[in-house]
């Protein structure tokens, strides 16, 4: 699905000099050079914004019922309303904190469980790299959407377990790249010359390799936050979304069997669309800003 | 010859032409009245494809429409409008006065579709086999101490112990239907090829079963009753809504057996092809509080929930008000219905009163406690659940919605007991001893866990009794009982929207039509374009038609050669004049 | 390269195989196993007694120890039997027999599409790498990956479908089509918009994106510089050098998404209700049809190491860097 193809941009984001752009200052001035990025940053924060501000925006909350059901987008309801009489506009203005905390919350696992995982090999090398390596590649044959609809669908549709579930399931990528930079910046000098003093291990990886290292995990992440957002939206298409939690997947649910009702399924799917192309163009931004090769050409 | 001679034979020529063309259409025109006329394919949708065409041998009702009053036959049928027995197979019956007995008279003309006539022996031995199996059908069965079959054509059950209802039993939808013994007879029941290529006594005859796809029947011309008016039977396997209410609208399924979503009926209803005809069916939507848990075990909490419910809303929002708010413990259609056994109505105020008595305030967040709701999805549960949430949350309550499929469900509800509140809807009849599936003690469906010795007891009574007014006063008692202690209560009386092409006619939905039928009865619709069946006597309407061709063929040969001839000597003698 | 050595290669990855899907089965195993819900209770249905729910448990050897019951799958599984789907009544070999062929030719079809006018593309912004024209193409097919592949299915759905009645969206073929003719034009009928849909959103964005980084990626490289002081014209050293081994990235890339072939598309088979392995996988989980599961875990594993195999294959094939260790 969505974040398997993030190898796409891992391709790239491997070849990232590692360590290249240590300076805050400068990376921020590369990634404004690329125009897209830019939109996709005030994108993502006009998305936050809209979350945070949503008790101002939407006051009666995203489940609150109308009197007008399943009507056209008219002035007092411009996105018009759900079979239930619930308002599309307050649950796409509700739902943005939905999209947005589930993604941070895929991203971060798969961050957490990523590095770990990666730094481990790509520091030991050797047996150990091996056996981790293989373990990746036997991880990434499970078919990985079947699984999580298989889990989320039998053991319960909770929006904080589907997100673990999915965060579970996405590290792999994460964790490549996590093992290729640390397997090069190890060898460099300032490394070697810290655990020549003596510096543990644990010191060595936490505090030199990795603050060096992260950058195409960063990027990725932006990757999987985009994904994430598209993995709900999908769960909850085929029904198996959280009730409790109105998200712009289960609006999308109720578009299907009311087809009809157009104004269920544009409004919704343009919201998801917007942000994850958000989320795509600031990771394409972020390795584009550390990719010396993929910028100006001869 | 005169000119104006001419001129008059000429124009009736062209009269005698037009009247054959006229003719012959007409023989083939649209038949103006509704009466119904042979022929037709009825095409009809089924969100599940069937597992076996035997619905004797495995749980699986996908099959119903061609196997109920279709290729088998039952032995009763129940009306599906007023829960009446009429016959099937059995011609005529007598019930005994204590209830213990009942004969039953077969058809003497019924035969299978290979030609062997029907016995007694088959009725023994599929009920026998059934019994002997424990069948899922034992369950209505078991009630049978011995069959007796004195002749070829009466069959006697004796029964266990007394049970009115059990001719009613006979005819509802988890009843079976008569095998054939001189097929299955030494066989492996659950492997016999009749499973897929069935043999009935029914009205339509099996053509074919094409998995993934279709199921065929064609009518019985020979059958007791007389042939169906379609020719064929086409059951489709539609699993998608939305693709059979489109398939609906576009013609291609004449009856979609799913029903679509409420929110659509308006704009179907607008669409002249189509009938859109509310279906009530004995089938309430209620809350089932599971006694077993705090804080619902105490009565004053459940009236609270019930008062703060609001049934107008949800009939409005989820069900369109195309379905009517349930007032009492039973339904309203039915024979036993208790009018002055009401449950509570909307009154939030008093709510929130009952929640503060019980010793459940209100805290600093304006929640009094947490509920867990649970429901299965379908049939608008799971709306009906998100609208409760917004209704009880206006008094207090913080509802988590639990939508969960059935296999998970079962698991959850009715085997854990999982849950503070469960929506659910069950059959609650056409016999009104169904209700005790969900309230008897230790019952399957008894998710409550409510146990009440006076209930279980009139349960028991209403079975046993042959009287119908002692029945019904039995059965009025326990309605007042659990509108006083309310282990549950309906919400709606859920009616199923039927949605058929408007060109057929007799759909068991159909409310034009008089006579009476069982839930999924296909053998007595027609259709409006019908011109005569294609089975057989296909040569008879032919030739009906065909002497009309012939007389406007004659008419326009005559008149042909009549203006060639006059034209021809016209011109010869115009030639003889130049 | 020495092709001698191909074979070896591929039988020792093979045998490296075994064992993963070995343990991917029994992961499964015990996943389905430990899941909530009864599949005896399921299969009895609402009007059953516990009892015959109890019947059903023995009849289905449900009651047996899970090891036993994982032994007899899996020996069950070497003889080729691969179970009896409890929903479907058929041998679960034959109902994944066919909906797989309708998955394949969906997903085939919209790939290789999807590739030949992904890359063309692609390669052909890349040669014009920096222009607006590439700037635009590597946007806009940026874009497009975003767009969630069931709401364009949806929309697609309601104008073309709804509004302008051009294409059938629902099922493969119309029922009642008979003739090889007929059925064959039917089919690639009902093929087109879910192919679109698929190839918008997936197929053409992906495939454009990567053969284009490849190709610039690879320009780049020091052994084009090379060719080009050794006087090499522009379009030589582009077709020649680059494009051989920019393909390799594209190949991996086929390779992951031929992997998720059978279950990935479940979405867009949901939509155009394309009657394929997606929606089979869904109906199984919803019904609790293990034997079916199994079985599409099953071939779902055998074909993604098939995929990686050819992968690996051809990689080693075209990139001259890589040895058969």
Redesign the interface.
Known sequence: MAAQVDQVQSQFVESIAPGGMGRTRSFWRVFAEKKTALFGLVVMLLAIAVALAAPLLAPQGPTHLYDALLSPPSSQHPFGTDPLGRDVMSGIVWGTRISLLFAVGVAGLSLLIGVLLGAIPGYYGGRVDDLFSRFFEVFLMIPRFFLIILVVAVFGQNIIFTAIVVGMTSWVTNARLTRAQVLTIKERTFVKASMATGASHARVLFRHILPNGLYPVIANSSLEMAGAIIIEAALSFLGLGDSNHLSWGQLLFSAQLHIHSWWLALFPGLAITLLVFAFNLIGDGISYAFNPRLRGRG | MKNWLRFIITLAAVGAMVLGIAAMALAHGEPTDNKPEYGGTL?ISNRV?M??LNPNVD?D?ESFFVTHAGVYDRLVELDTETGNVFPDLAESWEVSDDAKKLTFKLHPDAKWHDGEAVTSADVEWTFNKILEE?A?Q??VLNIIESIETPDKHTVILNLNEPNAAFLSRLGEL?APVILPKHIYEGTDWTTNEANEKPIGSGPFKFVEWV????VEVVANTEYHWGRPYVDRLIL?FI?????DM??CESG?IHYMSQSP????LE?LSKNSDLKVILEKRVLPIWVAFNLRREPVNDIRVRRAIAMATDEE?IA???Y?GHCPVAEGAYLSSSWVYNPDALEPTYNPEEAERLLDEAGYPRGADGTRFSLEIVDS?TMGF??T???M??QLAKVGIDV?????????F???V??KYDCDIALVG?PHGPDPDTFSNFLETGK??NTMGYSNPRVDELFQLGRSSGDPEKRKQYYQEIQQIVVDELPRYNIVEYTWPCVYRADWHGIPCDPEYDGQLATYDMSHVWWDGATGTELEAASAAAAGTAVWWIVGAAVVIVVAVGAYFLWFRKRAQSKAAS | MSVGRLPRYVVRRVLQFVPVILAVLIFNFVLIKIAPGDPALTMAGEWATKEQVELVRQKWGLDQPLMTQLLRYLGNLLGGDLGFSYHYHMPVLDVIMLRLPKTLLLVLTSMIMGIVLGTLIGVYSASRYGTRLDLVASVLSLAFYSIPVFWLGLLLIIVFGLNLKLFPYTGYISFGVKGAFSVVVDVLWHMVMPSVTLMACLYIPVFLRISRASVVEVMKEDYITTARAAGLGERAVFMRHALRNAIVPVVQMVGIWMSQALTGVVLTETVFSWPGMGTLMYTAIIMRDYPLLMGIFLITAVWVVLTFLAVDVATAYLDPRVTYE
């Open positions: 095409i494809e597992k076996t749980v009702m424990q899922w034992s369950a988890n998995k993934g796809s279709h489709r699993p998608s809504q939305a693709v489109a398939a291609e979503p409420f929110g659509e704009r809303d409005k929002r989820v369109f999805i799971s709306e659940n998100q609208v949430k917004e988590t919605i639990e939508s969960i499929e059935w296999g998970s079962t698991e959850k009715l085997k069950g399957f469906r």
